[in-house]
């Protein structure tokens, strides 16, 4: 059973930089495609970033493109997300998740299979 914990959530203002992480355990972390998605209150959880097992490839969505940064160490088994520029409207539940796929890296919340409980992200203007 694999599990993810995500850890680095916080209260920020407008302009700072978060690290978010995400640990793995009960599989082995190079076989799995991993995200980052977010639900503000209200609104549908949305894709921010995937990246391949290979960490190789990565996509971002358009909002984040040039401010968010993914990575992985597989030697920690630990996904992270670099935030930096934060907005107000970066404000949500930030999620990992999880699904054992080469080399298509899904970019839709349904198509992962393991999630993380969620990290609050509030970005203060």
């Known amino acids: 059973q694999v599990q993810l914990v995500e850890s680095g959530g916080g209260l920020v203002q407008a302009g700072a930089s978060l690290r978010l992480s995400c640990a793995v355990s009960?599989?082995?972390?190079?076989?799995?495609?991993m995200a980052w998605f977010r639900q503000a209150p209200g609104k549908e959880r949305e894709f921010v970033t995937t990246?391949?097992?290979?960490?190789?490839?990565?996509r971002y969505a358009d909002s984040v493109k040039g401010r968010f940064i993914i990575s992985r160490d597989t030697a920690k088994d630990t996904m992270y997300l670099q935030m930096n520029s934060l907005k107000p409207e970066d404000t949500a539940v930030y999620y990992c998740?999880?699904?054992?796929?080469?080399?298509?890296?899904?970019?839709?919340?349904?198509?992962?299979?393991?999630w993380g409980q969620g990290t609050q992200v509030t970005v203060s203007s």
């Open positions: 998740a999880a699904v054992r796929s080469w080399p298509y890296v899904p970019a839709t919340a349904d198509e992962y299979a393991y």
């Open positions: 990246i391949s097992w290979s960490g190789g490839r990565t």
């Open positions: 009960g599989s082995s972390f190079s076989s799995y495609a």
